[in-house]
């Protein structure tokens, strides 16, 4: 495998948990983060940590997979279209792909992306699930 | 002490196998020992799943549910307890306090001491939190048995994964419940154990018969008399029990030789739907009597840990555990939120087939 230290390092935010930026001078919310905010145009630099909650914006599934998504054929990947704005680009897990549908409430959970046998380091990242955990009190 | 749980949250796999799918391919047991070893459903893990992704879930609900008291910028610590971190070398509680966005400033560390590995994390924690040298620890238990266990080993039936988080506090006015005392032992007494090296669980003892028990009561018995003993408190002062659970009827006996009433811990014994979920089985107990206690119970914690000891630990529930009772994401709800899987399946899943060397996909 390729050993991506540096880049894994600097998409580890992002990666574990939603970090975005928050444009300090339209308020919009940014993610993946890139420095510019695309409403205004200005310098957005804020890291902004996104909640994980929205719904799925639309979807499709995958039977023939990429190497290494062997493993979770069928596969659902949505748009979701996060509650603070954002829309991100993610697989749907713990859920049949029958299942899915437009307007669906999901969340981000934490998941291994890679599982490269016994070489390399674990990448973990977001993917999203049917919302079940509220966290209200 | 001085200390108690502000919150906790829960994680098990949503995949599940019913025995009866192991059986149909292994035939080693007799099915009519089902009901007395507690088998019934397990946990399986997703291809994605291991002891961190569980413990990240489980601390992320902890934290959720504090995040109206606790900032997370006041937790100085976190430790993971688990038997089965996903790395050999490499702490798993470092890349968590990434996961769960905690400040780099945090004492991180894993916990090892077999299936108590999560109690003993919480004692340890307590004693930071109590001196004041943070003021909040976040502890979780987790661990991932089903990807330890060898198809067609017995234990198969069971082995479950899961993860269940503490956040710990000192302020009275913060807690749910508070812990009370604790009394342990430990010496070394071969029962399940891994060595270096190798992905599969081995029982030092056996699965069977009464020399499979033999770590728990020798374990299990001490513990509780030194607890009772320097406590002055017996079994009849506590409302509940959360206790090791791995397999049905036998270690309950034990529970039962330890003083315990069987009314005391059979409600809260959850094996028969998830499996023995390693470290976080006794605290998945935990979650569930909380998710339902009332105020003022006294609730006794018994882990023990294959080769390795018993901790024993009480805590007393307080108005809090009613006022800020989670209004969803309780341990029935997760146990009830299911997807059933097929043997083949859950061996895909767990990574116990055979693998190509070469690239699997057609899709290039
Ligand atoms: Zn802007």
Known sequence: MTNKIAQDWRLKGQRYRLEGEECPHCKVKIFPPRDICPECKQPAKEPYRLSGRGEVYTFSTVHTPPAGFEDYVPYTVALVKLEEGPMITAQLTDVAPEDVSIGMPVEMVTRRMRTQGDEGTIIYGYKFRPLLHSVSN | ?364
């Open chain 2, 1 to 364: 002490m001085e200390t108690g749980i502000v919150s906790y949250g829960t994680a098990v796999p949503k995949h599940r196998i019913e025995a009866d799918e192991i059986w149909q391919v292994w035939k080693n047991i007799s099915p009519q020992f089902f009901d007395m070893l507690s088998i019934g459903e397990r946990g399986v893990l997703g291809p994605e799943e291991d002891t961190l992704t569980l413990a990240t879930a489980a601390g992320e609900q902890a934290l959720a549910r504090a995040a109206d008291i606790v900032p997370q910028a006041r937790i100085g610590a976190l430790f993971l307890g688990s038997g089965t971190s996903p790395y050999a070398t490499k702490a798993a509680a470092s890349v968590m306090v990434d996961t769960l966005g905690l400040s780099p400033h945090v004492l991180a560390a894993d916990v090892q001491c077999a299936e108590k590995s999560g109690s003993t994390a919480l004692l340890l924690a307590s004693a930071l939190v109590e001196a004041g040298q943070v003021d909040y620890a976040l502890v979780i238990a987790a661990d991932t048995m089903n990807r330890h266990t060898a198809p067609g080993m017995v234990l198969e039936y069971v082995a479950s994964a899961g993860a269940v988080a503490f956040l710990v506090g000192r302020k009275e006015a913060e807690l749910v419940a508070r812990l009370e005392r604790w009394a342990t032992h430990t010496w070394d007494q071969n029962d399940y154990f891994r060595v270096e090296g190798d992905r599969y669980i081995q029982p030092g003892a056996g699965f069977y018969g009464w020399v499979a028990n033999w770590g728990l009561l020798e374990h299990v018995i001490p513990a509780a008399q030194a607890f009772f003993e320097q406590s002055g408190l017996t079994a009849d002062d506590f409302s509940k029990f959360a206790v090791p659970q791995k397999t049905g009827i036998r270690p309950l006996m034990t529970m039962g030789k330890a003083g315990l009433d069987m009314m005391q811990v059979l409600p809260y014994v959850l094996t028969a739907q998830i499996g023995d979920c390693g470290a976080a089985s006794v605290p998945l107990s935990l979650a569930h009597i909380l998710d339902w206690a009332d105020a003022g119970e006294r609730v006794g914690v018994i882990d023990y840990g294959s080769g390795a000891g018993c901790d024993m630990w009480s805590l007393v529930t307080t108005a809090l555990v009613e006022e800020r009772r989670p209004s969803s994401g309780l341990v029935m709800e997760l146990l009830d939120d299911k997807i059933m899987v097929d043997y083949a399946t859950a061996l895909k899943y767990e990574q116990k087939l055979l693998r190509s060397p070469h690239q699997l996909s057609n899709f290039y």
